[in-house]
């Protein structure tokens, strides 16, 4: 089973950058997609990226598209989150997730952007 740490959150004012990095351990994902969720306080938690294990065909919620990008970098077996233009509304706790049978995913990072 793959083990996954995100780390790279922390406060940050809107307009603002952030990039959270996924590493992984266990295993190799280089064959297995990867994404990224969050949940913010009182929700569920929801979908933000994915990337396949080939890098190509990236997929972003439409509340992200444009300011988020999701990347890996398989030989460190590790994913990321380039966060541009961050919004109050992109706070949350983010998840990295391995799409692997049964999915694994990570204990989270905090971000939170102030107005």
């Known amino acids: 089973q793959v083990q996954l740490v995100e780390s790279g959150g922390g406060l940050v004012q809107a307009g603002g950058s952030l990039r959270l990095t996924c590493a992984a351990s266990?295993?190799?994902?280089?064959?297995?997609?990867m994404g990224w969720y969050r949940q913010a306080p009182g929700k569920e938690r929801e979908f933000v990226a994915r990337?396949?294990?080939?890098?190509?065909?990236?997929r972003y919620a439409d509340s992200v598209k444009g300011r988020f990008t999701i990347s890996r970098d398989n030989p460190k077996n590790t994913v990321y989150l380039q966060m541009n233009s961050l919004k109050p509304e992109d706070t949350a706790i983010y998840y990295c997730?391995?799409?692997?049978?049964?999915?694994?995913w990570g204990q989270g990072t905090q971000v939170t952007v102030s107005s």
């Open positions: 997730a391995a799409f692997t049978a049964p999915s694994a």
């Open positions: 990337i396949p294990w080939y890098g190509a065909t990236t």
């Open positions: 266990g295993r190799t994902i280089r064959n297995t997609d």
